[in-house]
């Protein structure tokens, strides 16, 4: 069994390789934004406060706690979805390639609704929906890829 996974390692093209690392990059970020978000509530409390006059610092309070709640459960999922594809793309399966697709290109649009939503994030999102577009497109263009995952089908 060690060997077929050496032997495919092997002969997984480099642009497949580095869509992988590119999802493990993408991986860390579903990790450090709810991190984040947790360590600096004062911050998303203020937008929220900001964004909602009418809101009273119970409201508030109780908006951020739902907020890094969310994040947290929403990042998590697509923490575990990113790990599941950096694990499962090197075996050709085309649905891999289909599941990178959809979910990276889904998680752009995502960060559309999080840069409208809160200004915390507006120097990470167009550098992680930049490393998802390009995932995409290593996994899509290059002959090799493409030669890669018709192998299985």
């Known amino acids: 069994m060690q060997r077929s996974a050496l032997v495919m390692a092997l002969r997984t093209p480099t642009s497949v390789q580095a869509a992988r690392v590119l999802l493990t990059a993408v991986a860390i970020s579903h990790v450090v934004v709810p991190v984040l978000m947790s360590f600096d509530q004062s911050a998303l409390r203020n937008q929220i406060a900001t964004q909602h006059p009418d809101f009273g610092a119970a409201e508030v309070a109780r908006s951020a706690t739902i907020a890094v709640f969310s994040g947290a459960v929403f990042h998590g999922i697509l923490l575990a979805l990113c790990a599941l594809l950096v694990w499962k793309l090197a075996t050709a399966r085309p649905w891999t390639r289909r599941l990178a697709t959809v979910s990276q290109l889904l998680s752009v649009v995502f960060s559309v609704v999080s840069w409208s939503s ?16 390009l995932t995409v497109a290593l996994l899509w263009f290059p002959s090799t890829a493409r030669e890669f995952f018709a192998e299985r089908t």
């Open 118 to 133: 809160s200004p915390m994030f507006h120097t990470v999102i167009p550098i992680i929906s930049a490393a998802q577009i």
